[in-house]
């Protein structure tokens, strides 16, 4: 049964309406929308780094303690005690449950039943919406937005308003004042502990993963940002650059740790500079094409993680084409 056809059956259980393209997750099959009881529920297909799942998504009333919610909806009668799948997510006003599969879809009835229990759970967990705005708690609202997907009770001068309050703060951030020796600085620091962990773990168990290398890329991003203050195009060339060398001089690092065991040599920097000077050559003899593709995949996770944070919100209204 495809993704389409699947969703109609769990819409036809449930009551929900089925907006294909539409919804929080962003797949062709859309999701389904609808508020039951005052609670908003979509269901949608996902597929990320775990493999494929269906999601629940449930909206409520802001709660106090997210934490606490959670904890109470693990202990929570309404719910089985073996249950399908699990929390993936929980904030002050929502609750995302993940039912992960291989190959075979749970049933659809299956899917509706915990869509039910997970909303009887909540009810006596969060209050639903009663609708009115969420933000604004006073202006009538019946009908439900898509808040960047997600299915929102939010008023048109709230609308408004989230676009000011975006726009205000795009433009507070351009006007930060960029701090590029700091960066510069703070980036050279990020890089050379990653590089000595990098050769040290290298040494240590005689591999590498590419998780260090990404690990590297994140690092040394977080730091040239930390000191430039905002994502800038110097940091976006200083990044790579600074996570490939930091790969680099770990690799050199672990070399000379080597040389100094097998000719049972100290430490020196003559040692390590003759080593760095020769690393090319070094390189092409072991296994240092494979720590360079590391590298490199640490450095483009790095300028993934320097993007500059987006400051736009998009309102779409259910059932409407997409823009
Ligand atoms: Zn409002």
Redesign the pocket.
Known sequence: MNENDYLQQVAAKTGLQHYPNQGPWGKKSGSLVGTRDGYITAIGFLRDREGEKIVILLRFKKVADPESLKASLKDSPALPAKKPGKLGAAGTDFLRWDWKYKFTKPKPEQVAELANSLQAAMKTLAPGFDGR?E??Q??S?PSLTLMNGIPTY??S??QQKVHQELDQAAMNYEAIEANYPNGLVLGILAALVGGVAWGLVAYGINRIFLYGAILIGYLVAQAVIKGTRKVTRFGQILIPILTLASVLFGDAIFYTLSVMKSESLPFSMKLLSAVVVHLWEIEKEGGGILSLLFALVGAGYALFAARKPKFKAAFQQLGAPNP
């Open positions: 705005c933000q604004c006073s202006s609202t939010i008023c001068s709230c």
